[in-house]
């Protein structure tokens, strides 16, 4: 069964300091990787995706990823933290090899503060 | 364009009752998804939509039912309703069947409280 793991609930970082969201997954194939953010009485909003190829994927808002199929981890970063990525950060999963699996599989979330 | 819109935002219900939410996709969009988020078990999936049939159902009672119109718009409804059924419902909308790569489109949710 696909998974997805986030180890850390929260994590803090000064205001300029690098930032990095942790996240595993587990898939029986190769998988879709996702991470979305979700701020205070909102929705999830995408921020990037890895597909394949390059290992370092870049998104939205100054956010990377970094794909690592041996340790199966796809760690979120940013090489300088503002106030305002203080948020809810999902990782998640899809199978790209089962058809059926259209849901999105969810990490936990982590709690991202940064501070001023 | 518009994005994603959920209606009602914000819901009281006792236990017993039902609860039916609505969700108006991104124009153009064919696809319609549904997530439970809840302080304890995160983001479960309930049920993904396309072209008026559904294709995946998460794992989740009877008594979570959805359906989806032919102008793509779709709602859930919950029966007899439970005190753990209290969470944030997100509907989220994709241009295709929301495999493979394909991203999703959230709305702001529905946060439905049981008393």
């Known amino acids: 069964a696909q998974s997805v793991a986030q180890p850390e609930d929260q994590v803090n970082v000064a205001e300029g300091n690098p930032l990095t969201v942790k996240c595993t997954y587990s898939?029986?194939?190769?998988?879709?990787l996702f991470w979305y953010v979700q701020y205070p009485n909102r929705g999830l909003q995408f921020l990037l995706k890895?597909?394949?190829?390059?290992?370092l994927v870049k998104g939205s808002y100054g956010f990377e990823a970094e794909f690592n199929k041996s340790q199966t981890s796809f760690h979120l970063k940013k090489p300088s933290a503002l106030v305002s990525d203080s948020a809810l950060y999902f990782c998640?999963?899809?199978?790209?090899?089962?058809?059926?699996?259209?849901?999105?599989?969810f990490g936990k979330g982590t709690t991202l503060s940064v501070s001023s | 364009k518009a994005g994603v819109t959920q209606t009602p935002r914000y819901l009281i219900k006792t236990r017993g009752q039902q609860v039916t939410l609505s969700c108006s996709p991104i124009?153009?969009?064919?696809?319609v998804s549904w997530y439970q988020q809840t302080p304890g078990q995160g983001l479960q999936f309930l049920f993904e939509?396309?072209?008026?049939?559904?294709?995946n159902k998460g794992n989740f009672p009877g008594r979570f039912s959805g359906r989806q119109f032919s102008n793509s718009r779709s709602e859930m409804n919950v029966s007899t309703l439970e005190l753990g059924d209290s969470a944030l419902y997100l509907c989220?909308?994709?241009?295709?069947?929301?495999?493979?790569?394909?991203?999703?489109?959230f709305g702001a949710g529905s946060r439905l409280t049981v008393l």
């Open positions: 898939v029986s194939g190769n998988p879709y």
């Open positions: 124009s153009g969009h064919r696809s």
């Open positions: 890895y597909i394949t190829g390059d290992n």
């Open positions: 939509y396309f072209s008026e049939t559904q294709r």
């Open positions: 998640a999963v899809r199978d790209k090899w089962d058809q059926a699996g259209t849901a999105l599989i």
């Open positions: 989220a909308s994709s241009l295709e069947v929301p495999s493979g790569a394909n991203v999703l489109t």
